[in-house]
Each structure stands twice: as C-alpha cells, then as structure tokens.
C-alpha cells in the first residue's frame, strides 16, 4: 500500500467516527457503515492515542518472532563455538542436536553470522581477543587451533616492547620461473608489529640475505630514528658460520645481537611464518596465474606493491596488530633523521 492509499484509508475511518459522532448512535452507525462495533472501538482507541497515523492500516510489529530462536539456546550454541572455534555450522548442529536442540545447520549459520562468527577465521579471531582483554583461559583444543591459524599467537610469551627490538629473518623458495629457475624469498620481519622486508633472488646464500639487511632494512629504521637490537635466525647455513661468515660478519659490523632458535625446532618464528604464509597465498599463488613472468626483476616488481600494501594499507588481524597495518606500529615510536641538505 502507498503512502498516498494509506492517508487515505486513515481519512476514510476519521470520517466513520465522525459520522457515528454526529448519528449519536455507535450501533446504528456500524449497521450503515458496514463495520462492527468491536472495529469501531479500536478504531476510537486508535485515533485518540495517535491521532490520524493511529487510523493507517500498518502492519503490527511483533516483539518477538513465532520463529525466533529462544535466547537461551542461542548463547549455548555461542558458547559451543567458543569451545570448538573450528566446527563448522553442520558440526555445530549436530552436536546441539545431540543435547536434545533441534537447529538446523542453516539456522546456526545464520545466527553466527548476526552475530559476526560467521566465518572460521572470525569466531578464531574473536577467541584471541577474549583471551587477550579478558583473560579467558583456553583449553589446550583451543590453543592449538590458534597457533595454527596465526602463527604470530604462538609468540605472545616472548614480548619485543618495540619495533627494531628483535627482528626475525628467513629464506623459503618462493616459486620457479621457466627459464630462470627456483626463486628463494629473503625475509625479515619485526617481530613488535609485523612490518616485512622481501628479496626474491636465484640463490639461497648469505650475500643474498645480507643484502636485504643492508640495502633496505636498515636504512628503513634509521630513517626513523629506531635502532636494530636482535635479530632471530634458524641454524640455515645461509645465516650461520665463522666470523668471516657474509651474514655473520654484517651482523657484528652493525652492533646487532645474531640470536638463533635451538637446532631441534623446526620453525622459526611465528611473525616471519605468517608473512610467508601470506605472500604466498596472496601474491605468488594469485600473480602467477594472472600473468607470464620472464625475469626476477619483473617479479620482485609486482612484489614490492604488494608488499607497500601489506604493510600500509592491509589491516592485520588478531594478535599482535589487532587490527592495525604494520607502519602503524612503526610510526607510534618514529623519530625521523633529518638529512642534512
């Protein structure tokens, strides 16, 4: 119905309890009007209580839908995907159905989704933060599921109270190109707030990774007036030898602390983890199907957009940024050099 229809429904039942008004008889007054009086007195009620909008015929508003699910079954089903932050909607069914509640896996979805859970990633991310600024103690179901979904979680008993206070680097291949060969990304990554460096080259040697060092990672946090005290590598032979070692000896000549993870782990560190992890899945796997490359150059072209974007424009979620892109985290303790002109 219009708004122009419904005016003038609302004029129409005005001009019925006018008519009966001036009859002086309700009865006789429904009788010609074709209405009944129990109509007729809700319609008096109506237009006393909200005037001429109390007489438009608008659909009433339910409190609370025949359909709606009771809260009470709503904040068990919450509650059980806190405790099992990777079962899926028919997962969660199935277990409420076992507990005597009968919801079906689109309902469940639905709910989650209202109440931003929707996705594995969100109800992931939305543990940590209860964790975190709350307290809440997980369960070692939970803990696991974390450290896998974020690598970063996994890091959060060792604090670096700022960036440059401990980087971590490390070398993983990062794609074959035909006619070039195996490609091996040369990372360093601030363990404070995950800003990232990245050099693709043919080989995996130390020159490679000291380059990296030399050429953009330690000018970015003179630029910014911070110091670099540690920085965190496996045993790889690229990063570890004599004194005379490429890496080794970079290390010493900056005054920087070489820290090493013990041989028997097979990981390094969950911030560099996670920013492997993410370059591959969002820049090599998604350009290389997009476009032919020919040459490194061309690849570690397209890489360093992606890779400004990840650290000033890609909010990172959960632990530690919460939200924040990396340059953030860096700006907060910037103190920029003036060059001299």
């Avoid at 005016?7 to 007054?29: S, Y």
């Avoid at 540690?230 to 000549?253: K, M, Q």
Wanted: aromatic share 8%; charged share 25%.
């Amino acid at each position: 119905m219009t708004a122009t229809s419904e005016r003038k429904l609302a004029e129409n039942r005005m001009k019925m309890l006018q008519f009966a008004e001036t009859l002086g008889n309700v009865t006789e007054a429904c009788r010609k009007l074709g209405i009944s009086r129990t109509q007729f007195y809700e319609y008096k009620k109506r237009f006393e209580q909200h005037g001429l909008d109390g007489l438009r015929d608008l659909p009433p508003i339910h409190k609370t839908h025949p359909q709606t699910t009771p809260p009470a079954v709503v904040e068990q089903l919450l509650q059980l995907s806190v405790e099992h932050p990777s079962w899926g909607c028919q997962k969660l069914s199935a277990k409420l159905k076992q507990l005597g509640i009968s919801l079906s896996a689109v309902t469940v979805q639905d709910i989650l989704t209202k109440k931003g859970l929707g996705t594995r990633s969100e109800r992931l991310y939305a543990l940590e933060r209860r964790h975190l600024e709350e307290g809440f103690e997980l369960n070692a179901e939970q803990i696991k599921v974390l450290e896998k979904h974020n690598p970063v979680f996994r890091e959060r008993h060792i604090e670096s109270s700022r960036p440059g206070e401990l980087l971590s680097a490390d070398t993983t291949l990062a794609c074959r190109l035909q006619g070039v060969g195996k490609i091996t990304l040369h990372t360093v990554v601030d363990t404070y707030g995950s800003y990232a460096f990245g050099l693709l080259h043919t080989s995996k040697q130390p020159e490679a990774s000291a380059f990296l060092l030399d050429e953009y990672v330690v000018p970015f946090y003179r630029q910014h007036g911070l110091t670099i005290d540690a920085l965190l590598t496996d045993n790889g032979r690229e990063f570890c030898g004599t004194d005379t070692h490429p890496y080794e000896l970079y290390l010493e000549l900056q005054s920087i602390q070489h820290r090493r993870t013990p041989i028997a782990s097979p990981k390094t560190n969950g911030f560099v983890e996670r920013f492997i992890r993410t370059a591959k899945e969002e820049f090599f796997e998604i350009a290389l199907k997009r476009k032919i490359y020919t040459s490194i150059d061309e690849l570690q072209a397209d890489f360093d957009v992606w890779l400004a974007q990840y650290n000033t424009e890609r909010p990172h979620l959960g632990y530690r940024n919460m939200g924040a892109c990396p340059i953030h985290t860096v700006q907060r303790f910037s103190n920029p050099v003036r060059l001299e002109g």
